[in-house]
Structure formats: C-alpha cells, structure tokens
C-alpha cells in the first residue's frame, strides 16, 4: 500500500503533511457538520473514520438510514484513495453497497482502502465495523481525479 501516485507525496514528511491537511479538509467539510466524526490517515491508501451514530440517524423502523452508512463508507473509501494524490480533489464516479447487519446507536469505524489506480481512475473498498467488532456494511468506489486543486480548498492547508 505504500506505492504512490505520479504526483503523490513522494516522502515520509511529505505524505504526513498531505495526511493532515485531509483531515483538516474532511474536519472543515459542511456536511460534516451533520456527522460527530473524525478521520484518521495513517499511511497512504487507508483511512479511517471514526463516528457515532444515535437516533437522529433512524429511519422509521428504528435503525440507522442508509445515507449515514453511504456517507461513512464512500468518505473512507475517497479519502483513501485521495491519500495518493496530493494536487487535485478526486470525485466519487460510482459506489456499490452491501448492507450487513442493521445499524444501531453506538461508535463505529468506517475503513478505507486504496485498490487500485494509480494516474486518472483509483478503485477502493470500505467497511464499517460496530464497536463489537463485526462488520455491518462494504462498499467499492471508483473515483477520479478531478480539475480541483487541494490547495483552493477551504481547510485543505498543509503545514508551514
């Protein structure tokens, strides 16, 4: 998983700066507003998102909707694959999901992982794990390199 994209960070220091500056990205992120959420890169091509859910995430039936296990799965997917490239913001093209278990109140973990791609396509899968240890959900995305620098974003500032 340490392979890097052409224009990737091409150094230790480099890749953590990179790492920091997407937490601080996805920390900044209006839509993460909604979510009690954190995410954690630790290396290239994986990350972490750290999250709890409660009932303001129920549907009708009294599980956690679907859009809450959308937004953890292709986040952790994205920013793992986005750890590769350090000029542009990458986009989500497509995302497939499977659901496992019913997601009830409590913390759970969503994880990332770099496929695949390397230039223009990247392909990574996610899975959210429950606070047991089990996993409720799996998703793959592809996603791809858009005309978006990193460095226009707001929150994306890589350390002086």
């Known amino acids: 998983m340490n392979d890097r994209s052409a224009d990737g960070p ?8 990179h790492f920091r500056a997407l937490e601080r990205l996805y920390a900044e992120a209006p839509i993460n507003r909604l979510f009690n959420s954190r995410l954690e890169i630790a290396d290239a091509g994986m990350a972490r998102i750290f999250f709890t859910v409660d009932e303001r995430y129920y549907h009708a039936a009294g599980a956690v909707h679907g859009t809450a296990y959308f937004k953890m799965l292709d ?3 994205f920013y793992a694959a986005n750890s590769l490239v350090s000029d542009r913001f990458i986009l989500t093209t497509a ?7 019913p997601l009830k109140s409590g913390p759970v973990i969503a994880e990332g992982r770099w496929v695949s791609g390397k230039r223009r396509v990247f392909v990574a899968d996610s899975r959210l794990v429950d606070d047991e240890g089990e996993e409720i959900a ?7 390199r858009s005309h978006i620098p990193l460095a226009s974003l707001p929150g994306y500032k890589k350390d002086d």
Do not use: S
């Open 75 to 77: 986040d952790a997917a």
């Open 138 to 144: 799996r998703g793959t995305g592809t996603f791809m």
């Open 10 to 17: 091409q150094d230790a220091g480099g890749a953590q700066e």
């Open 95 to 101: 995302f497939n999901l499977l659901f496992t278990k």
